[in-house]
Each structure stands twice: as C-alpha cells, then as structure tokens.
C-alpha cells in the first residue's frame, strides 16, 4: 500500500517533471545558445557556454542592426496605456451597468460581450480603411485604439463579477453620506477593484504584448514597430545569422520571462480567479 | 432633531406586498425600535425612511418636510448598517469625514466634529487605523461615529448590534443608549431581538408580516399586549397559550374550558356562549404552591436550571408543552406530575380573531 | 437581476442619468462599436461588392461568395485552407486538450510537492510570443543545427527524423504540435480552476468508498469540469479559426511549402495585402473574412446552445 503510494507519486512527478523539461527545454536551449561563438552552437548545441565559448556577437549584431530599444519601447507604451484604458473604461461601463440600470442595460451588456467570442481581426479591411482616412495609419494610437476595442469585453466580463462582490452597504453607506455619483465611483468603488486588475491584466497585457496581426497591417514605419513585429523582421532578415537571431530571440524571450517569474504567484491567482465561471 | 411621521404607507414589489398602510409618528428625540421576526418588514420601513427604497403609497415627513422624493443625502439623516459599511481603504477619521466633504462643511469645522465624536466613543486612538484592523466592536462604534459628524435630523440603525458576540452586543447596546441621553437625537432603530426593544426604546413598534401589530412603552406590551402575535413575541420564553370556549354566561361571569388547562370564571363582558378564545399565561406567572384560579399542569419532561430560575418543560394534557419558569432551588423532577396555578390578573383573553379581550372591552390599540 | 433598481438611481433626474450613463458608458462603448463591431459589418458589406478603390465599387451581392467557394482559381485555395483549417483544430482537440486535461490533473493531486513551479514552468510556454516559439522550434527542428536529430538519435529513433516543417505532408501537422505546445497552458490552467472548486469533500468520501486517484479523477473530477471542458473546447474553436501568427513567423505569407501550411487566416491576409502572387484584393478579402466569421458563429452557436444547454453546472 505504501510503496504503491510511493510508486504513485514517482511516476506523478516523473510525468510532471518530462513535461516541465519539455515546456522548458527549447526555451533555455535557445537563450543559452545565443550565449555561444557560432562554431559552438552548432558543434556542441546542448552545453553551456564556457569561458571559451561565451559570445555576445549576436547582441551587439542586434543592437547596432535593429532599432530594438525602440520596438520595446513601443510595445511598452501600446501595452501599458492600452491596458490602462481598457481598465478604465471597462471599469466605468461595468459599473454603469450594474448600477444605473435602464431599459437595453441586458441588451447593452450582451453587446458589449459579443466581442468576448468574435474575433477582432475579422474587421482589419475596415479596420485599415478608418485609420487611413482619420490619418491615424502607422501610429501607436491606432494599435492603442484598436486594443482597447478587443480587450474591453473580457474586461468588462471581469470586472462586472468583482463589482457583484463590493458590498452594497457601502454604496448605500456613501449615498447616505452625501457622496456625489461619480466620486462614488472613483473614490468608493475603484479602490476596491485592485484584486481585479491581476485577472484583467492576464487576459490583456499577454495577448497585447504577443500580437502580430495588427502591428503588422497598421505600422509600417520601423519607428513604429512593436517587439514582436521587429523580432519576427529582423528573423526573417538575419536568417542565416544565427548569433544574431537566437540573440533577438532571446532579448524577446528575457523581459517575458522575468516579468512572468516575478508575478506569477498574481498571474496564476488571477488566471484562476476570474476563469471560475 | 426633528420629529418623524409616516403615513398609510405602503410597499410592493410588483404584486408582492411588503408593507401594507404603515402610520407612525416619532416625537423628537424619541428612541423608536422597529421589532419583528425576519420579513416583517422593518428594514424596508428603515430603508424608506432613509431613502435607499422607494414609497409606493403614502407619505413620510422629516421635520414636518415631505421627503418622499428627496434622496438620503438630501433628508437629513445618518445610517448605522447591520455591516457597518466603513470603507475599508480610508482610515478611520477619513471614514468618518469623507461625507462631509461635500455638504460643505469646512475643514476646521469637520475635524472639530470628528473629535468631538472619537472623544464621545473613545475612538481617539483608534483614528490612524484602518478597518480590517479594527475588531467588530470598534468598527460599529466608527460606524455610528460616522454618523454622528452628520449631525443628522434622525439616526436610523439597521440592526447594529446583530453581527456582535453576546457579550459586547450587552456593552454596546449600552453604549448606544447612553448616546441616545447625551445627544437627545430622535432615533429610530430595528432588531429582531425583542430584549434590545426592551430595554432601548422609548416606545416599541412591533411588526409582523407588513403591518404593525402594535405601538407601545416596554411594559405596556407586556402587560396589555393588544393580540396574540405581539404577546408571543414579546417576553421569553413566550407566553403559554391554550385554546379554549365559552362553555356558558351566567350574569356577568363566562364559564371558560379547553384542552390543557382547568375551567375558569372570567368576567363576562361582551363574550357570548360558544365563542372561541384563547388563554394566555407567561411562564413567570404561573406557580406551584399558589391558589389562583387558573390551573394547568401535567408531567414534567425537561428541567432547565439556570441558577435562580429554572425553566420546567411539562406535557400537558392536551400534549401540547406548558413552560414554566421556577424561582429558587426547589424544582420539580422530570416525570413529576404537577399543576400550576396563576391569578386572574396574570390571565390574558385573546378572542377568536387573536385581538385581545380586557375586561370585556374591545381590544387596546395604541394611538397616534 | 435579482436586486431592483437602487432608489436612489430611479429617482434620479432623467437629466442627471444620462450625464452619468455618457460619462461611464460613453467611453468604453464608442470604442468598441467604432473598432470592434462596425469595421466587422463594413467588412461583411464589402464582401458583396466588386471594385478597387480607385476605380469604384460596384455592389454583386453574394456573387464574391460563390466565386470563393466554386470558381476554381478562389475555391481551391479556399477548400484547402479551411481543410487545413479543420486538421488544425482536429490536432488541437486530439493532443492539446487532453494533454491539458491530464496535466491539471496530476496539478491538482492533494499534497503534490513543488506544486507551484509545476504549474509556472508548465504555463511558461503560453506566455511567450508566437514568433519566438516559431522561431525558436523552427530552428531546433532544423536539420542544419541537429539538435532534433541529435535527441531522437540519442533514444534510438534517429531514423525518424525528417525536415518534418519542409515537407508538404508533415508540416501542418508540426505546426499544429508547436502550437499546441504553446498554448496547452490555457486548458491545463482553466481546468486546474475548476478542479480545484470541486469540495474536497467529495473526494474524501470517494477515497474513503475505496477509490483510487484514478479512478476518482475518471469518474468524479473529469464528469463535474465538464462545462470548462466544453468551454476550453470552443475557445480552441475560435482561437484556431483565428490563428495566423504562427503560421505567418514560421512560412510566411505564402504558408508553405506549396501552401501545405495554409489556413484561413493566412488566406485572408494573403488574399488582402497581396503578395508576389497576387494584387490585395480587398474585396475578396473581406469575403474570406466574413465566411470566417460565420465559421466561427456557427461553432459558438452550436456551444451555446447545444453544449451548455446539455452540461449541467454544478454549484456546491
């Protein structure tokens, strides 16, 4: 009985730990070997890199080929306001819809979640079309906007289940106090959604980052481009250099990683807080 | 302060009735406690007072003001929640000056009133600390600090005291009245614990399914409760009640038997031969060694002992159970079999519609 | 809605509310009615027409629709893309959710030590971007570098190594397993949810009865995450019928080799950008579009009202 147990649990982790080396494998195959001179990656693929074989020729290849900084820079900034606005605004219409209700606040509300399910991308041709005429044709506020509109019905699926969880009392508590409506909001209501923005932030912040679709149909200008779009030109580009793209792959893989392991205890949290339907 | 007045009001949702031609009026500085069981709705009464439920019929003044259609913040009134409602991401003194932001009192004139309030419910260390730190005592006693600052027309508590551990509930409701003396505030203030009715309010509004049952001092109910709800709410263990008739009138004296207790002679007055009553007696009036012309009894199953009163559970002769409350150290055994007696004064009549019968005349509401 | 309007809301001034309702719902529906919803209807209304921009559009109905589906020249790429379409998620059903499946199983075990770094280093995959596991997998298949060959060699099945990415049987195939290599963290961590809402009761009485991890992950665990399953199910369902980026990093628009690799969202692009083949056609393209659409109705459709219906949702 007991060795069973024991035999049991062996082969629970032997499955879970092949599967992790599997997830984790090609990943640090490719980060270390971006590490190596170019003989070494292809002579002894699967060792670390040592002191005769460490490199960096592929990064400064990166660096000095690629506007990279600024890919990220832009990633950064379409990610971060995009997810900020989508907070925001999902934040607001969530609570309008709980609270100020009105006859069409269903309907309004099944509207605004047919986006959870369609894709956005569906639209590019019209997509494309308004921003040439509005002149907003290869500028980050197009991704910004074009972000917003895809991430706001999850979010505002989301946040509506977190606000169900705010006690009425406290509204009721604030109206009896004197509170005007929108101080309600922003200075009752909002500060108690923060456990809600590790669950909006996973569904919004990973999908935006790793896009390719609309970087690669609304910029097309370098300057404008996102990492993603970069790393995935500069592949195409530098193909047979292989320093240099396992160098970019890895620049695109380290920020992901690091961010991921830092807050994966939220991530995780949130991922299986709000995926609870 | 103000006076408070409601009047035929009413209240549905849809075809569903809540409260059903409610009158009411407080006097100012009156401590009023809504009571009843779950559902009767008092709350909803206290929710339209405050303005967080609409009016479907009738009225209610503030101050001798029509407030039907003025929001909470508009009538003049602070509510203490049943869940204290503080908000958890402000401190306490921010909890507690947060509102009066924005009816335009000054800075000066806000921490002025929050100091007086924390020095009158001994918050004073307490400013500095959040919510989640404080214990449930110290959170209601912000809570009715928050609505203290307002300086409020009327104070409406909706069942404070019920989140509460037994002992602090005592210290609070305590606390509560001693506020009610120093400020003088009119008061309105719901429970489902009729021992917080008791000892709280100036008068008592009993209510049940809607309606009111009755409006009255503590001891008024007791002794005079107007029918048969409001006699066995109020006091605990509630009142023995046995159905009975009239077996026959002769002169100005009713013959009156029923399963469970003995016959009895009671004053006649308006009662007809046949007529269906019920027959009211407290555990604390009955006793064993006493003559009264009252009698009941059978064979005791249960004995509570509480210290200087005991509690006797008896199966009486019509199965149902007859509680008796017992002073001292003598106290029946269990399968004893026992008769109690209890004085004509002791006697409450309750006609076949449950309204009681004093003396013969119609039964005693209380008035506006 | 179980609590009626708040008082205080009814009685507001009709002024009042609408003020507010723009201030919080003005935002957040303008931009996705104006992003979201109308480019998708404009998109559906170009499709019934014919035409360049410069030289005018003339308006033909459904006539892009039969071009598409039976004019040789549009419907053979056409079928095949949606053929590969159909292998795509057939591979994602087949491996990626039962794979997730068993994972959040094994994850969700009572008292699994290094539970967490399981679970981070199992989701890791999912976070990355598409191009970099495109590349990344492209370039450890590779024949140039080995490393493939040189693992398969080391447990004795070198002989089945193939540049399995450049050949036309293979590489859908090998693009579907990246993908689902990527992305089994999604059904691994939706099911984890749901098993760990199961009430540990209920597997307390199981083990207690006499069964075995097994057998109480077979017959009590999986039947009540079957609603999440459904539900992971139909999100593969639009995420595959939506998938282009792996695709795009790895062959490029042309989804080779010999369009073996093409899917539907590859054709849309093609079909309106253009490329060496062919001038955009943005009206084609707005047609493959909107068939990709009602693909895409038709499997939510066919989840909401059949699935869900048919799955009763546990509440403990």
Known sequence: MFVEQRARSFAVHAVLIAYSALALGPILLVVMNSFKARNAIFGSPLSPPNSSTFSLIGYEKVFRASHIVVYFENSLIVTLVSMGLVLLFGAMAAWAL????????????????????????LGSVAILNMMRTAGLNDTLTALILVYIAQGLPMAIFILSEFIQQIPKDLRDAARCDGVPETRIFFEVIAPLLRPAIATVAVFTIVPIWNDLWFPLILTSSDSTHTITLGVQQFLGQYITDWNSVLAALSMAILPVVVIYVIFSRQLIAGLTSGAVK | MSNLRVEHLGKSYGTANVLSDINLSVENGEFIVLVGPSGCGKSTLLRMIAGLDGVTTGDIYIGDRLVNGLAPAERKIAMVFQSYALYPHMDVRKNMTFGLKFTGVAPAERQRRVDEAARMLRLEPLLGRYPRDLSGGQRQRVAIGRAIVREPDVFLFDEPLSNLDAALRVSTRVEIARLHRLLGATMVYVTHDQIEAMTLADRIVVMNEGRIEQIGKALDLYYAPANLFVAGFIGSPAMNFFSGAVESVDGDVARVVGAGFGPLALPAGGLDRGAKITVGVRPEHLRIAADGPFTAGGVVELVERLGEASFAHVRRTDDKMLVVEIRGRETPSVSDTVTFHAPLQDIHVFDASGQRIADGHPPRREPL | MAEPVPQVVAQMPKAKLIGLLSLFLGPAVVIYTAFSIYPLLATMQLATFTGESGGGFHFVGLANFQTLLTDALWSTPFWNAFKNNMIFFAIHMAVQNPIGIALAGLLSLP????????????????????????????????PLWGVAEGALKAVGLGSWFAP?????????????????????????????AALLNIPDELVDAARVDGLGQLRIFLHIKLPLVLPTIGLVSVLTFVGNFNAFDLIYSVKGALAGPNFASDILGTLFYRTFFGNQLQLGNATMGSAIATVMFFIILVGVCFYLFVVQRRMRRYTF
């Open chain 1, 98 to 121: 709980s609270e100020y209700r009105f006859r069409g606040s269903t309907a309004l509300a099944l509207f605004l979640s047919i986006g959870i399910m369609v894709p956005i991308r």
């Open chain 3, 111 to 142: 008292g699994l030590k290094l539970k967490s770094f399981y679970r981070t280093a199992l989701f890791l995959p999912t976070m990355l971007s598409v191009v970099i596991v495109g590349f990344s997998w492209n370039l450890i298949l590779s």
């Open chain 3, 164 to 192: 399995w990415l450049g050949l036309e049987s293979t590489a859908l195939v090998t693009l579907a397993l990246m993908s689902v290599w990527q992305f089994v963290g999604i059904p691994m961590m939706l099911i984890y």
